[in-house]
Antibody, heavy 124, light 108 residues
Framework: QLVESGGTFVQPGGSLRLSCAASGFTFKSFDMNWVRQAPGKGLEWVSHIGRSGSTIYYADSVRGRFTISRDNAKNSLHLQMSRLRAEDTAVYYCARESEYSDDSGYRDWYVDLWGRGTLVAVSS | SSELTQAPAVSVDLGQTVRITCQGD??????ATWYQQKPGQAPILVIYGNNIRPSGIPDRFSASSSGSTASLTITGAQAEDEADYYCNSRDTGTSRWLFGGGTKVTVL
């Protein structure tokens, strides 16, 4: 399972660090992602980190402000958030990524496990 | 920039069939992944790859695709299928992930 923590109320311009504790599977064998959902809105992908931590991607909306990291020894995923804005208000989900491939050589990736989420509220 | 487009809402009579569609250029290269989300809960995986259901997902859920359009079909909708459904895929040529805006399914 995945259990997020660290969400809270924070003022605009502030910083926050989210964590995700993984259990029940070999954490170091999976790429991981953060996905967020603003109140009453749809899902938005935030960031991806590869198994070793060397491959990292960000959505344009958070690049330069958020930093994803992982600690495979502690089975944990993190999201350091800085210069927070009101539009960053959302439930942040930790999401495990798995790979799909078929006999045609097609390869793709999908989220097969979601945490319950942690709420970040940015407001003055 | 690339995006995935879904109708905001659809309704279906109990026991009938409903199709949810998702449109986007990335779907010409990738299968859509489908998630179900009920109020106050995290999403769960419903369909991935070439119409594959994870363990525990009923066989009334199926997926198909044609060109830039992917579809999720619920054959014989049940009351417990009432939820928001999101499509998802990689963005072609980038490392971004795309999500559709979600379709709210109401079972009447």
């Amino acid at each position: 399972q995945l259990v997020e923590s660290g969400g809270t109320f924070v003022q605009p311009g502030g910083s926050l660090r989210l964590s995700c504790a993984a259990s029940g599977f070999t954490f170091k064998s999976f790429d991981m992602n953060w996905v967020r959902q603003a109140p009453g809105k749809g899902l938005e992908w935030v960031s991806h980190i590869g198994r070793s931590g060397s491959t990292i991607y960000y959505a344009d909306s958070v690049r330069g402000r958020f930093t994803i990291s992982r600690d495979n020894a502690k089975n944990s995923l993190h999201l350091q958030m800085s210069r927070l804005r009101a539009e960053d208000t959302a439930v942040y989900y930790c999401a495990r990524e798995s790979e799909y491939s078929d006999d045609s050589g097609y390869r793709d990736w999908y989220v097969d496990l979601w945490g319950r989420g942690t709420l970040v509220a940015v407001s003055s | 920039s690339s995006e995935l487009t879904q109708a905001p809402a659809v309704s279906v009579d109990l026991g009938q069939t409903v199709r949810i569609t998702c449109q986007g250029d990335s779907l010409r290269s990738y299968y859509a992944t489908w998630y179900q989300q009920k109020p106050g809960q995290a999403p769960i995986l419903v369909i991935y790859g070439n119409n594959i259901r994870p363990s525990g997902i009923p066989d009334r859920f199926s997926a198909s695709s044609s060109g830039s359009t992917a579809s999720l079909t619920i054959t014989g909708a049940q009351a417990e299928d009432e939820a928001d459904y999101y499509c998802n895929s990689r963005d072609t040529g980038t490392s971004r992930w795309l999500f559709g805006g979600g379709t709210k399914v109401t079972v009447l």
